[in-house]
């Protein structure tokens, strides 16, 4: 039984993160709200199920959401929001914080460069924008260390109000 319930969690939390990928596809406005949720995903599901489930709900959500042709969203969900969960959950299971944000930042940054090469690569045009490239990355960085802080309570939130529900 125990293995039935794992997959059927797995499927779930998969089918889960598409939705959230499709919505994100779709609405023109809360494209980054719905990749955030999508990503709150791996996370969960290692909580529930494991690494190696994890990585099965991740790989299915990724490929899923490649075939179902939701471009733009699929591509930044597999290179970044996806893979993070696990990224995460890595560096902290190092418990020294200056080398945790380090390798996070680092992290960030490569799937950021390779975002942008895929994106050049794909789509025909790149939106430009008319800020200075460092003020940028300073952005980027700080919206970066937002988004890890809020993904760290959401996960703090999941196990402490739903850990009874979760296993």
């Known amino acids: 039984m125990n293995k039935s319930y794992n997959i059927a969690k797995g499927g779930l939390l998969t089918a889960l993160s598409l939705i959230f990928l499709y919505l994100g596809s779709i609405m023109p406005t809360n494209k980054l709200a719905f990749l955030t949720l999508a990503s709150c995903i791996i996370p969960l599901s290692l909580l529930m199920l494991g690494v190696k489930s994890a990585v099965i709900v991740y790989a299915a959500s990724s490929i899923l959401s490649l075939l179902l042709g939701l471009k733009g969203s699929a591509l930044v969900y597999t290179l970044f929001f996806g893979s993070y969960g696990f990224i995460k959950y890595y560096c902290e299971a190092l418990r020294k914080p200056i080398l945790e944000i380090f390798l996070k930042l680092a992290f960030f940054n490569v799937t950021v ?21 460092y003020l940028l990355a300073i952005g980027l960085q700080i919206a970066f260390i937002f988004y890890d802080y809020a993904l760290t309570l959401i996960i703090a939130y999941i196990n402490k109000r739903l850990s009874n529900i979760l296993k």
């Open 113 to 133: 460069f390779i975002s942008y090469i895929a994106y050049k690569l794909f789509f025909i045009e790149i939106p430009t924008v008319k800020v200075s490239f």
